[in-house]
Nanobody, 113 residues
């Protein structure tokens, strides 16, 4: 089970941090990531991290967003800085165990100009 939190409203240029708490060790998963879906858009990858610690980011967020994890808290994070209105979306946490994806409920991020 994945529980995402930390969404909310921010001004352009501001910051928010999303959290995704897993029920159990996050190292059960070979990869974890954040996806987002804006109005009328498909659900796209924002950032991902593998069990080995390799990270991957969408071009649109490189240099602004940082994905990280805390194994002691079984929690995945997404630090979002220099927010833009186009970052407005519902953000979802996802964890992959083998070929099986697990999704958390979305958390809404709204960025105003």
């Amino acid at each position: 089970q994945l529980q995402a939190s930390g969404g909310g409203s921010a001004q352009a240029g501001g910051s928010l941090r999303l959290s995704c708490a897993a029920s159990g060790s996050i190292f059960r998963f070979n990869a974890m990531g954040w996806y987002r879906q804006g109005i009328g858009n498909q659900c796209d990858l924002v950032a991902a991290i593998t069990v080995g610690g390799s990270t991957n980011y969408a071009d649109s967020v490189k240099g602004r967003f940082t994905i990280s994890r805390d194994s002691a808290k079984n929690t995945l994070y997404l630090q979002m800085n220099s927010l833009k209105p186009e970052d407005t979306a519902v953000y979802y946490c996802r964890a992959d165990r083998g070929s099986m994806p697990y999704w958390g409920k979305g958390t809404l991020v709204t960025v105003s100009s």
